[in-house]
């Protein structure tokens, strides 16, 4: 129950509409009792037996009484029914109607209160949530989305969420108004014959035990299920996003059974989980039948003697089978409860993620660099002892354009990747003018680095905002600076809407070579003092290429640039080509330096002239 507690503090913020909620439901049940206790006088005069309005129910002498306050409640209650009794029958009954009225007004006011205020509160923790949730997740290393699939994740936000607003709903105020009433029904029990009430109580153990016990069960089952969930949303985003290549390649077969598999676990293991949940109200139920049938038993006994009145009997029969509908929605709830706290585990197992790369305590701030960058003998792997990087060592100049090449898997983009510290080193380090690049702040440090990718990132924005990510109040006049730059300002002007055009998700209207120049657009008006490029013009047709090849020169100029490309005939204006091979650098020097040479560099170039031919 620790996870339910946790979710219940973030109420707290909320704490003057929690103790609203409160007032209101404890009213409710209050009026609930009133209402159901106008009962009595009104039977009294229904069977005429207004003369016998002190006739006592069975006596609660046995009871401890600390201090007289059973016997004060009791006399003010028997004076209350005298004065609601006092005159005629006619009389009598207006009045009692009268109250019926009053009370009903009053109870569905509260009720409306409750249901308003508590749904209120609900909201406000999911939302709480969701955005607590999103901060994190945005917070998180790379290392995290590498280790989670983006389905859970997804699955968590939409699904887990769900059922922590069920709890909050279904649970929390109802487990508040369940309470409240039990309290006031056993109260009224209490008053009219505590004998019966203990034959009530002994039950409850055996019940709670049962119950527990499912508990325990549907919560296990719960946790599988939602993974399993998780698992579902993963494989239909899979498809979705890569449905140009299931139908190039005729998998829709595949595809479909792969998530029918998925589909078919879950429902196994849901009913499997429904077994128990179903359980949980039949159980209660037939509980509380043992518990009907004590009591008509010994109290019809009791009212044939003359030791209790019908009316007090008809009354206690009635407030008992009413204590047994919030008793079976508290163990209804249970299934809930338990689908719910299965989602906070996971909500809270993000929540409580740290990410693994940081701040130090004393970090220091950086705008710029003046002299050089330094890979001293640096070392990194994803996994333990499976190595990508082993000891490198690199220099780059400011101003210097360094080409990174090699082999697939050689280690090129984990490299670059250690620069903005999406990474930590394993061991070594990276110097920035003679500092470890782990002594500044990460912010600082990578609003010195502009990316451009091969797999462009654009938002379903305007082309104006995606231009500008990240830099509000931007000028439209440099916006469109940028993009003259990047070589896309003619075709973003053929467009309908022109800057205000909305690209749709991912950048689907527009083609690769257009995306590739928006990006660069992007990393020009960034401004940055350090571009690295990967394989950024590796998707695309000769024509875009050529074109995205001039923008990326023109952005180059005057900045520390890192490029990474399998296709070697675009880097060879860089300063310097470093040539990488399982994890460490084996040859380094400029294009004419490495042809002449008989290394892996010449031979990678033959292979693609030959190829090119």
Request: net charge neutral.
């Amino acid at each position: 129950m620790k996870a339910y507690f946790r979710l219940l503090s973030y109420l707290r913020q909320y704490w003057l509409r929690l103790v609203m909620t409160v007032f209101s439901v404890l009213g409710f049940a209050a009026l609930d009792g009133a209402t159901m206790s106008l009962a009595i006088p009104l039977l009294a005069v229904l069977f005429g037996r207004t003369d016998q309005a002190g006739e006592a129910r069975e006596s609660s002498a046995a009871l401890p009484d600390p201090g007289g306050v059973i016997s004060a409640v009791e006399s003010r209650l028997d004076a209350l029914k005298e004065m609601i009794l006092s005159g005629g029958p006619q009389q009598a009954l207006q009045r009692i109607v009268v109250l019926i009225i009053v009370l009903f007004v009053l109870k569905a006011a509260f009720d409306y209160l409750q249901r308003y205020l508590s749904r209120s509160l609900e909201q406000l923790v999911v939302r709480d949530l969701r955005n607590m949730m999103f901060d994190r997740l945005s917070e998180l290393s790379l290392s995290f989305f590498q280790r989670n699939k983006a389905g859970q994740l997804i699955s968590c936000m939409s699904h887990d969420v769900n059922n922590v607003r069920a709890v909050l709903t279904d649970s929390f105020s109802k487990i508040l108004q369940s309470t409240g009433l039990i309290v006031v029904y056993l109260g009224m029990l209490l008053w009219l014959s505590w004998k019966l009430t203990l034959m009530a109580v002994v039950l409850i153990p055996p019940m709670a035990l049962l119950v527990g016990w499912v508990a325990r069960k549907l919560r296990r089952k719960n946790r599988w299920l939602q993974n399993a969930m998780g698992e579902i949303t993963a494989v239909f985003q899979e498809a979705v996003s890569g449905i140009r290549v299931v139908k190039a390649f005729g998998m829709e077969k595949f595809e479909q059974e792969k998530f029918h598999g998925q589909t078919d676990g879950y429902y196994n293991q849901y009913m499997r989980t429904n077994r128990y949940a179903s359980l949980s109200s039949p159980l209660t139920e037939s509980l509380m039948s043992l518990a009907g049938g004590a009591f008509l038993l010994y109290g019809g006994s009791k009212v044939l003697e003359g030791g209790m009145s019908a009316e007090h009997f008809f009354v206690f029969m009635v407030v008992a089978l009413r204590v047994m509908s919030p008793v079976k929605a508290l163990s209804n709830f249970n299934d809930i409860l338990q689908q719910g706290l299965s989602s906070c585990d996971r909500i809270f197992r993000i929540l409580d993620s740290r990410p693994d790369v940081t701040d130090a305590p004393d970090a220091l701030p950086v705008s710029s660099f003046q002299r050089s960058i330094r890979y001293e003998d640096v070392s990194f792997s994803y996994l333990p002892e499976t190595p990508v990087l082993s000891d490198v060592s690199l220099e780059i100049r400011k101003g210097e354009a360094v080409a990174i090449v090699g082999p697939s898997g050689g280690g090129k983009s984990t490299l670059m990747d250690l620069l903005p510290r999406f990474y930590d080193t394993g061991g070594g380090r990276i110097t920035l003018d003679g500092k470890d690049i782990r002594r500044y702040r990460v912010a600082d440090l990578r609003a010195l680095v502009g990316i451009v990718t091969q797999e462009t990132i654009l938002f379903n924005d305007t082309v104006r905002n995606n231009i500008a990510y990240g830099l509000t109040d931007m000028p439209l006049e440099r916006i469109i600076e940028a993009a003259e730059a990047a070589y896309a300002h003619e075709f973003i002007q053929a467009m309908d809407e022109g800057y205000d055009t909305v690209l749709g998700e991912r950048g689907t209207r527009l083609s690769g070579g257009q995306r590739q120049r928006i990006a660069i657009a992007r990393a020009i008006l960034k401004n940055p003092d350090i571009l690295i490029f990967d394989e950024a013009t590796s998707a695309l047709d000769t024509g875009s290429e050529h074109l995205v090849q001039q923008a990326i020169e023109h952005l180059m100029q005057g900045r520390t640039s890192l490029v990474i490309a399998h296709r070697l005939s675009t880097i060879q204006y860089c300063d310097r080509i470093v040539v990488m091979d399982r994890g460490q650098i084996v040859q380094c020097g400029t294009h004419t330096e490495l042809m002449a040479s008989d290394g892996l560099y010449s031979r990678l170039y033959n292979l693609q002239f030959q190829t090119a031919k």
